[in-house]
């Protein structure tokens, strides 16, 4: 079973641009979350997607917007980038509830 | 989320048996417990999960007492490739409620 697929493993902006990364979750798995982590933040939630409709929303500004698909592939948006957007960002998916989740290798945003 | 602690390194070397402990004093009574892996730069892959005893899949081992207030991840005859950083949590782990705390930084010397 193929595990969950992150696209691009790398990226380099510019500040101000904006970029979208994509997901493609465990085969049935139907949530799919985001997370940014950074040496001096951990691990920071960014928002989950349960069916296709945003279940939960951590605390980034509105810069940061995501949608899910009806096949559960995701993207995350991130608009007007910041130097302090520079962070390796995860995808995880899930089955559902109380099901562990299962993390891509992530994709490594650097702003200059 | 039920607070987990763990040593913050171990070291061991190359076929041995190593076995990380995790207590959980405030686990709750519907709480799994799972462990990940993490190297640098990926991102944590899981190990294992479970309720109660011992589960056993084909990288690990997880020993859950009775009291389920502790539980130790047993690798066995690890390898160089094993040094990473290991982290057990308890509880949900959707969403916002998934909380990576400092982990336990395994060594493994040949």
């Known amino acids: 079973k193929a595990g969950v697929t992150q696209t691009p493993r790398y990226l380099i902006k510019t500040r101000g641009q904006q970029v979208t990364l994509s997901c493609s979750p465990i085969s049935g798995h139907r949530s799919v979350s985001w997370y940014q982590q950074t040496p001096g933040q951990g691990l920071q939630f960014l928002f989950e997607y349960f069916s296709e409709t945003q279940r939960n929303k951590g605390n980034f500004p509105g810069r940061f917007s995501g949608r899910q698909f009806s096949n559960s592939r995701s993207e995350m948006n991130v608009s007007t980038l910041e130097l302090g957007d520079s962070a390796l960002y995860l995808c995880?998916?899930?089955?559902?509830?109380?099901?562990?989740?299962?993390f891509g290798d992530g994709t490594r945003l650097s702003i200059l | 989320l039920a607070k987990t602690t763990q040593p913050i390194s171990m070291d061991s070397y190359e076929g041995q048996e190593v076995n990380i402990t995790c207590s959980h004093n405030n686990i709750a009574t519907n709480d799994y417990i799972t462990w990940y892996q993490q190297f640098p730069s990926q991102g944590p892959r899981f190990i294992i999960q479970?309720?109660?005893t011992k589960v056993t899949n084909e990288v690990a081992s997880l020993f859950i007492p009775a009291d389920r207030k502790s539980s130790t991840l047993s690798l066995p005859r690890v390898s160089l490739s094993d040094t990473a950083v290991y982290y057990c949590?308890?509880?949900?782990?959707?969403?916002?409620?998934?909380?990576f705390g400092t982990g336990t930084r395994l060594q493994v010397f040949p």
């Open positions: 995880a998916s899930r089955m559902d509830r109380n099901q562990p989740q299962h």
């Open positions: 949590l308890v509880g949900d782990l959707g969403g916002d409620k998934l909380i």
């Open positions: 479970g309720y109660k």
